[in-house]
């Protein structure tokens, strides 16, 4: 039930997979909108996951998306949507769509006794942007490029649901997803606790987070 914006047009389309969890391949079939609209030409298919809005493609064919700077913990992997994803087709009547991440991950393993995850917030020690509105291109046969907007966000936070995550004594992983970027200054970590307590933890060595392949 995952959904995609398909660009047939410069209009935002919703689609739906149709497969089964787990696929990593499948159909997708339209969503019936109300709105009386058409877009502008383009020379191929393009599609972005996950499905928003308020994702654009400009006439010059750029894609204009959010990096989610709220993420949802999912066992030993990333939350659903977190993993943003873009594909081109290699013509107009192509509906061959390889999709390909725009961004790497940077895991958090945590381990402990009697003590459950709340919330993890991450961010770059010289305010680096890895989060919010981006700007991404597209083509058949190669992979794509992003740019993160001066407007975008600094921090990423991670949800950990309701009840939180209960640590035990082997480590969890806990999995974020962000532009491709060189923290230069280091990173920092703060990590809260259901009972409301915060932990920070900080490096100030340079850590890189290249595009996840």
Same mark, same amino acid.
């Given at each position: 039930?995952?959904?995609?914006?398909?660009?047939?047009?410069?209009?935002?389309?919703? =689609? /739906?997979? @149709?497969?089964?969890?787990?696929?990593?391949?499948?159909?997708? #079939?339209?969503?019936?909108?109300?709105?009386?609209?058409?877009?502008?030409?383009?020379?191929?298919?393009?599609?972005? %996951?996950? %499905?928003?809005?308020?994702?654009?493609?400009?006439?010059?064919?750029?894609?204009?998306?959010?990096?989610?700077?709220?993420?949802?913990?999912?066992?030993?992997?990333?939350?659903? !949507?977190?993993?943003?994803?873009?594909?081109?087709?290699?013509?107009? #009547?192509? &509906? =061959?769509?390889?999709?390909?991440?725009? !961004?790497?991950?940077?895991?958090? &393993?945590?381990?402990?006794?009697?003590?459950?995850? /709340?919330?993890?917030?991450?961010?770059?020690?010289?305010?680096?942007?890895?989060?919010?509105?981006?700007?991404?291109?597209? /083509? %058949?046969?190669?992979?794509?490029?992003?740019?993160?907007?001066?407007?975008?966000?600094?921090?990423?936070?991670?949800?950990?649901?309701?009840?939180?995550?209960?640590?035990?004594?082997?480590? @969890?992983?806990?999995?974020?997803?962000?532009?491709? @970027?060189?923290?230069?200054?280091?990173?920092?970590?703060?990590?809260? =606790?259901?009972?409301?307590?915060? =932990?920070? &933890?900080?490096?100030?060595? #340079?850590?890189?987070? #290249?595009?996840? @392949?």
């Amino acid at each position: 039930d995952d959904r995609i914006s398909l660009f047939r047009t410069t209009l935002n389309e919703q =689609f /739906k997979f @149709t497969g089964a969890t787990g696929d990593n391949s499948g159909n997708f #079939s339209a969503i019936p909108s109300d709105e009386l609209v058409t877009g502008n030409e383009v020379s191929t298919n393009y599609a972005v %996951y996950p %499905y928003d809005a308020t994702t654009k493609l400009s006439n010059d064919e750029i894609i204009q998306l959010t990096m989610p700077a709220v993420q949802h913990y999912a066992e030993n992997s990333f939350g659903r !949507g977190a993993n943003t994803m873009v594909a081109a087709s290699e013509n107009t #009547s192509s &509906k =061959f769509l390889p999709f390909r991440n725009l !961004g790497g991950y940077i895991i958090v &393993k945590l381990y402990g006794e009697d003590t459950t995850i /709340k919330s993890i917030e991450f961010k770059g020690n010289n305010d680096e942007v890895i989060a919010g509105a981006a700007t991404a291109e597209a /083509k %058949y046969g190669y992979l794509p490029v992003i740019a993160m907007s001066e407007s975008g966000t600094t921090t990423i936070s991670l949800d950990c649901g309701e009840e939180g995550v209960q640590l035990t004594d082997s480590p @969890t992983e806990f999995y974020i997803t962000m532009a491709p @970027t060189v923290f230069e200054e280091g990173i920092t970590v703060d990590i809260t =606790f259901t009972d409301g307590t915060m =932990f920070p &933890k900080a490096t100030s060595k #340079s850590v890189v987070v #290249s595009r996840n @392949t």
